[in-house]
């Protein structure tokens, strides 16, 4: 395992250096009792699995508006069929493209990834998506696929990956439907949910199923290029496979309760797909649309877990209590941060952030992000041994870009 190095813009995991112990590394996206967690989509193609450089955020401008608002119901009858026929013009295909030369030397496009998105608003002569960030995540363009067979160029207004959301902007000469959000607080569970969008790729395309909310609340670890994050989901039986990554999940009435974004595969288990709730969407959207970005509090520190480094390192040089056993360890500070502010050092363990036990990276996170920018926050720390509480203010930090 690596640590999260917090002050980098490419904040993911890096090999941990000594005196820390030796972690095999997963190659699968994240493990849940066992079981692999994987995105949904972008489906792609075995011959196109390279990375590439990510595509320049485009930021949008203008106030505030509510999401809701901007959206008319497209049914409430109850009918599966009445509600998949009036929101599909508003689900969408988005593909991942890259940028290559023909055997004559001609520029074209190809296709490296392709997932689905949900026609959400549409204001003045634009109309916005929502997709995953994982389907767009290192594009050179994005084309976007229309009911009506029309492809259009996508503009991305902003991206976040750790809540693994992403805004798009084409033409709202377009768009005639959108897709209303609903609120993902009224979900029961049982409750009867469709899933709509593009599994395996457009051959696919607006693919219906069934099913219920198995779960509110469930926390799934994802790996993202920020680094390693727990994502809030709602837990559903409906069929989710490569390709429905930003497409909706949707309530009887018609309203979008969840984005799809993720399933567990592994062989004998079936029906356990996962959606980012509406009422976490909103907030994020709103934010991206505002700015093109996401600003979270920073403190300056490079982090790694406690577990990773060694009994009898922690013992003889950083003179830890046996009763001592989580945290994070402080690898390095950023000067005149918040942190080097506030008088953290190197080698410092902080086992809490506000009277909350904090074990891990991805849990530290959590904690901090809790918080406001600006507010004055209290860590527990471990120095040579003693604890101690140190007072610190937090300060912005752009996190959108990977």
Do not use: C
Not at 167 to 182: H, M, N, P, R
Not at 198 to 212: D, H, Q
């Amino acid at each position: 395992m690596g640590y999260y190095d917090e002050n980098s813009q490419d904040q993911r995991y890096k090999e941990p250096k000594k005196p820390w112990k030796t972690v095999g590394v997963s190659l699968i996206s994240g493990v849940i009792g066992g079981m692999a967690v994987l995105g949904a989509a972008p489906y792609i193609q075995p011959e196109q699995r390279a990375y590439y450089p990510a595509q320049e955020q485009v930021k949008s401008s203008g106030e505030s508006q509510s999401l809701a608002a901007n959206a008319e119901a497209v049914s409430s009858g109850g009918s599966i069929a009445d509600i998949a026929e009036n929101l599909t013009p508003a689900i969408v295909g988005v593909s991942n493209l890259r940028q290559s030369f023909n055997q004559t030397g001609q520029k074209e496009n190809l296709e490296q990834g392709a997932g689905s998105g949900v026609i959400f608003k549409k204001e003045g002569d634009a109309a916005f998506i929502i997709t995953n960030n994982h389907v767009i995540e290192g594009a050179q363009g994005i084309e976007v696929s229309l009911s009506s067979g029309e492809k259009t160029e996508a503009e991305l207004v902003g991206k976040d990956p750790l809540t693994d959301l992403a805004v798009l902007k084409i033409d709202g000469s377009y768009v005639e439907t959108v897709a209303k959000l609903g609120d993902s607080e009224k979900l029961r569970t049982g409750e009867s949910v469709i899933a709509i969008g593009n599994p395996l790729g457009m051959e696919f395309s607006r693919t219906v199923t069934e099913g219920i909310i198995s779960g509110k609340d469930r926390t799934v670890a994802i790996n993202t290029s920020q680094g390693q994050w727990e994502l809030n989901v709602i837990q559903t039986d409906a069929a989710i496979n490569p390709g429905n990554s930003g497409g909706p999940l949707i309530n009887m009435n018609g309203e979008v309760i969840g984005i799809n974004s993720l399933k567990i595969s592994q062989n004998g288990v079936e029906g356990l797909g996962f959606s980012i709730p509406s009422n976490d969407v909103q907030p994020i959207v709103e934010e991206l649309l505002q700015k093109g970005e996401i600003h979270r509090p920073y403190i300056g520190v490079s982090l790694m877990d406690l577990s990773q480094i060694s009994q009898q390192y922690r013992q003889s040089e950083l003179a830890l209590p046996d009763t001592v056993k989580e945290g994070v360890y402080i690898e390095g500070i950023v000067y005149q941060s918040p942190a080097s502010k506030a008088g953290l050092q190197k080698e410092d363990i902080i086992t809490a952030v506000n009277g909350e036990a904090v074990g891990s990276s991805s849990e530290f996170r959590r904690e901090l992000y809790k918080n406001a920018i600006g507010e004055k926050i209290e860590m527990e720390v471990f120095r040579k041994g003693a604890k101690q509480t140190v007072p610190l203010v937090l300060e912005g930090h752009s996190q959108s870009n990977s």
